[in-house]
């Protein structure tokens, strides 16, 4: 399985952006699919996470900000991010469980910054 994000990018504090992650098959076949994110000189945290069944968890310092979802039809999820702030800069990366195991993408830069 290949996942490949996208969406990154520079923002100014209090802005939007949308980050999708696609799947090379079919994501319905995942049990989960999430986000994490890593700061440098940070280890990669989990910012958000959905199950097949649509069961979400998201990290203290998004809920509220943040919105994750999956399309099964376009192979792909998307993580809606609000409000964002500086602390939120990191590179972003897609996660996705299967039975045989964890993939990850490449990741995508957010930069939140004025």
């Known amino acids: 399985v290949q996942l490949v994000e996208s969406g990154g990018g520079l923002v100014q504090p209090g802005g939007s952006l949308r980050l999708s992650c696609v799947a090379s098959?079919?994501?319905?076949?995942?049990?989960?699919m999430g986000w994490y994110r890593q700061a440098p000189g940070n280890p990669r945290d989990l910012v958000a996470r959905?199950?097949?069944?649509?069961?979400?968890i998201y990290r203290d310092s998004v809920r509220g900000r943040f919105a994750i979802s999956r399309d099964n039809a376009k192979n792909t999820a998307y993580l809606q991010m609000n409000s964002l702030k500086p602390e939120d800069t990191a590179v972003y990366y897609c996660?996705?469980?299967?039975?045989?195991?964890?993939?990850w993408g490449q990741g995508t830069q957010v930069t939140v910054s004025s």
């Open positions: 996660n996705a469980e299967s039975p045989t195991g964890v993939s």
């Open positions: 098959g079919s994501i319905f076949s995942f049990s989960a």
């Open positions: 959905i199950t097949r069944g649509g069961f979400m």
